[in-house]
């Protein structure tokens, strides 16, 4: 836990400079107010925070009110909300509330017991609920959270002002009314004009500071108040609460960033970002300069931490800066999705723009976009939030903070607008799935990461993307529509992978002269103990093993592998970003435990060739396999070598002298094991069994839930004789090899799952002892610590349940496909 904060901590820095003429003068209109309020009734204190029984919001049919009155009734069961509305009556005004929560689909008919509907108006006096009506509410209430705000940022401060401070007057007067009550204000970040600007061109470099002010003098210069009235109008309204809170009312003020849209996806079309974007599709060129990057602040995760704060009776500050300040960055732009917009000059756009008319997304927007574009598009813009002080909401929020990341709400996004095609009222850019555009994309890796493109993507790389792209546009591969944005980033991704490892050997060229001595390799089909054994094994310091983020990105950004594979390296943050946004997580449990920080499968170094079997699992590409078949892996595997140099490498970068065996897994490899053996020579074998009756409905089921990523659903019937034909294939395949080569049986052991399962000691000290390694007293207690949390996490696990005849197949149908391996594994006397 933070220490606790100082008083200096806590000081709010004063306001420098004078406000605008109308903006004081309501602000001293304010502060009169308070003060006679203070001092002529002396009001009783609030209750404690934990004695709040019954509260007030305001906007609560607002894009952030509506998530702020559900997580307030989340929050504690007796709550009452009171919720101030424009209606005809309490009954109109329920209605109201619910269709605002149904819109974002948050809504619990439980909820309708503790809101009491006040029909009133936040701008007329007392709210237009009269004298008595207005002293009743006072009583009732213990706190006050005020959301309501009419946010224009094209208006001028005199046609704004009425409700964004003028309503202020009521809200005050009422916490000051009897006794006093707790308030907490939404502002907003956009009275900093660094902030609004995107910290671009001359406010690059700036900040805003924990407990900071805006600066009156920038403000003045952006935000005229013919036009710009609405951060101005926020800055009154705060700072009376400001001045009330120094006066004694116990009050916060939550300074709320950009925000358009929930965790589930849910969107405000008005919003200008999303107007910006849907322009973007509409004209389908983009100006230079423009991301979809730019934003990933969720209402939901704003409101759950302004209501928690609001709780939360240790609370030490005023003022919240509600931001991200340290959001996952992507090096990825609309190409990697399949979207191929032309990049145009700010001008070109907006004449592309108002060429549309009124059926323009941008239409009426142009004065506000005719002052700000030259930051929101300005090379110099910072990617992100990151210059702001989020220190106040980290210490006085009760849980750690987890915002969503950026490609996560991307694609969320997207999913969310595709299924409510109704209620989107802009055109929507259609991902392609095109050989020539990807290879456009190609030659700017390869200039970006300084790769020459013949040495990057020769021609065996493109013939395999070609011969894929191919086989995913066939009517046969049922890839889903609002899917393909999904398989041209994974196709988008290993093209940039590729120009990286290629332009990480040209600036070092000792990569080319590491060793790679016996590789061992654990082979075996899913559910045959592959994953418990690789990391159990993986805790002895004798081995090397690959996690899934270097996996999905094998050169570290910046190049520097000081804190690579610990939890400041960038690309495990990246990676847990792409699992959530594909569900992955979800996808998997119980079937297949997903860890960023635990070995993973070399799978994707052969997927960034695009000549692996596992594409043949993952999509419904026959032709692809009948052509891969042909072609064979050996290429594939000489790249896997090399990338493994590239590891090698890196870890020498990081403990200079200190060398170790790599320990590899993936259960393909059983396809191609000439072409493994040709590439690593002097590697080691571990293969596990299990009886095929046991492991091939999960192999089914795991597939099946692969492909649900992109694909429409395989029929059951079609799918489990695919992929038992596709399994016995690839164990009959591995018995062969290993008959043709009876001289390597010296480097291969065989480990029987029930064995595994049943004694895992005896089974890891056969491996070392047929491999002649030292099984030391640390790595054996790492082992057995490992092993033991394994057991704990088990025990609380569902397990993935699946069954044979889901998929049509039956256990005499599995015993004959598998003839010749079962025939193999028994001829060893392997346990089954």
């Known amino acids: 836990m933070p220490p606790a904060a100082t008083a200096a901590d806590r000081r709010v820095a004063p306001l420098a400079g004078a406000l605008p003429p109308p903006c004081q003068r309501d ?123 009419e946010v224009s940022l094209c208006t001028s401060y005199l046609a704004i002002r009425r409700t964004n401070a003028f309503g202020m007057r009521n809200v005050l007067e009422l916490c000051l009314r009897n006794r006093l009550k707790h308030l907490f204000h939404a502002s907003t970040m956009g009275v900093f004009p660094q902030y609004f600007c995107d910290f671009a061109n001359e406010f690059a470099g700036r900040s805003v500071d924990h407990q900071g002010q805006p600066d009156l003098a920038d403000m003045k210069r952006m935000f005229p108040l013919g036009i710009g009235g609405y951060p101005w109008s926020k800055l009154v309204a705060e700072q009376s609460v400001l001045y009330a809170h120094r006066a004694g009312l116990p009050a916060a003020v939550f300074r709320l960033p950009l925000t358009n849209r929930s965790t589930t ?22 100006p230079g300069g423009f991301s979809f990057q730019r934003q990933n602040h969720t209402v939901d995760t704003l409101s759950r931490i302004c209501t928690a704060i609001a709780s939360n009776p240790k609370r030490q500050f005023t003022l919240y800066h509600c931001c991200n300040p340290d959001p996952v960055p992507h090096d990825l732009e609309l190409a990697d999705f399949g979207l191929y917009l032309r990049e145009v000059s700010w001008d070109t756009f907006r004449r592309a723009c108002q060429a549309r008319g009124e059926d323009s997304p941008l239409h009426g927007y142009w004065a506000l976009l005719d002052t700000f574009a030259p930051y929101w598009f300005s090379p110099t813009k910072a990617p992100t939030d990151v210059p702001v002080s989020d220190r106040a909401v980290r210490e006085d929020c009760p849980f750690p903070i987890e915002w969503p990341g950026i490609l996560t709400m991307f694609r969320r996004t997207n999913d969310w607008i595709r299924e409510h095609r109704q209620q989107w009222p802009f055109s929507l850019t259609q991902p392609r799935i095109d050989y020539d555009r990807l290879m456009a994309r190609a030659e700017r890796f390869t200039e970006r990461f300084g790769a020459p493109f013949a040495a990057t993507y020769p021609d065996w790389i493109r013939d395999g993307l070609a011969h894929l792209v191919e086989a995913l546009r066939a009517p046969e591969a049922r890839l889903l529509q609002g899917k393909r944005a999904v398989v041209v980033s994974d196709l988008s991704a290993s093209l940039r ?59 570290v950004p910046d190049g520097d592998y000081a804190t690579a594979w610990t ?93 170790a065996q790599w320990l590899l897994k993936t259960p393909v490899h059983l396809m191609e094991l000439e072409a493994l053996i040709g590439a690593y020579p002097d590697a080691c074998f571990i293969q596990t069994h299990r009886e095929p009756r046991e492991f091939t409905g999960l192999w089914v089921s795991l597939m099946e839930q692969l492909r649900a990523r992109t694909t429409e659903p395989t029929p059951r019937g079609v799918l489990g004789p695919e992929q038992l034909a596709d399994l016995s294939t690839m164990l009959d395949r591995a018995v062969e090899f290993r008959e043709a080569h009876p001289e390597l049986q010296g480097r291969w052991y ?71 391996y079962r025939e193999f594994i028994a001829g060893r006397g392997i346990r089954t």
Not at 81 to 108: P, Q, S, T, Y
Not at 531 to 548: E, G, V
Not at 799 to 816: F, I, M, W
Request: glycine fraction near 6%; aromatic fraction near 10%.
């Open 567 to 659: 939890d400041a390296d960038v690309r495990r943050a990246r990676l847990l970003d792409v699992f959530v946004a594909a569900g992955f997580f979800e996808s998997f449990a119980g079937a297949h435990e997903i860890d960023v920080d635990e070995p993973e499968e070399d799978l994707g170094l052969l997927r960034h060739t695009f000549l692996s079997w596992s594409n043949t699992n993952i999509y419904q590409v026959p032709g692809y396999g009948r052509w891969l078949a042909a072609a064979g892996s050996r290429r594939a595997y000489g790249y896997h070598r090399r990338a493994m140099q590239h590891f090698t490498w890196q870890r020498h970068r990081q403990q200079p002298g200190r060398e």
């Open 265 to 286: 996806g849910y969107t405000q079309p008005g919003d200008t970002s999303v107007r910006v974007y849907a322009a973007v599709a509409d004209v389908q060129m983009m």
């Open 27 to 149: 602000l001293d209109d304010l502060r009169a107010f308070v003060r006679r309020a203070m001092g002529g009734g002396n009001p009783a204190p609030a209750v404690p925070v934990a004695d709040v029984r019954e509260v007030l919001l305001t906007g609560a049919t607002g894009f952030v009110g509506r998530f702020v009155l559900r997580d307030l009734l989340r929050m504690d069961g007796d709550l009452v909300v009171h919720c101030l509305v424009r209606a005809a009556d309490a009954a109109h005004g329920l209605d109201r509330l619910r269709a605002a929560m149904e819109e974002a689909e948050i809504w619990d008919e439980a909820f309708a017991s503790r809101i009491r509907v006040v029909a009133g108006d936040l701008c007329a006096a007392r709210f237009g609920l009269g004298r008595a009506g207005f002293d009743d509410l006072a009583r009732r209430i213990d706190a006050v959270h005020h959301f309501a705000a």
């Open 497 to 555: 992978n590729n120009a990286k490892l290629t332009g990480e050997r040209l600036r070092h060229p000792e990569i080319e002269r590491e060793r790679i001595a016996r590789p061992v390799f654990i082979v075996g089909i899913n559910r045959t103990g592959t994953t418990f054994l690789h990391r159990l094994l993986a805790r002895d310091p004798r081995f090397w093993t690959l996690r899934s983020y270097e996996l999905a990105e094998p050169v």
């Open 750 to 820: 065989d480990v029987s799952y029930a064995d595994l399962v049943d004694d895992p000691w005896s089974t890891v000290r056969a491996v070392y002892e047929h491999f002649r390694w030292p099984l030391t007293a640390e790595a054996r207690a790492a082992m057995q610590e490992w092993q033991e949390r394994q057991a704990e996490r088990r025990r609380h696990e569902v397990r993935h349940r699946y069954d044979l005849a889901d998929y049509d197949l039956t256990p005499e149908a599995v015993d004959a496909a598998f003839a010749r």
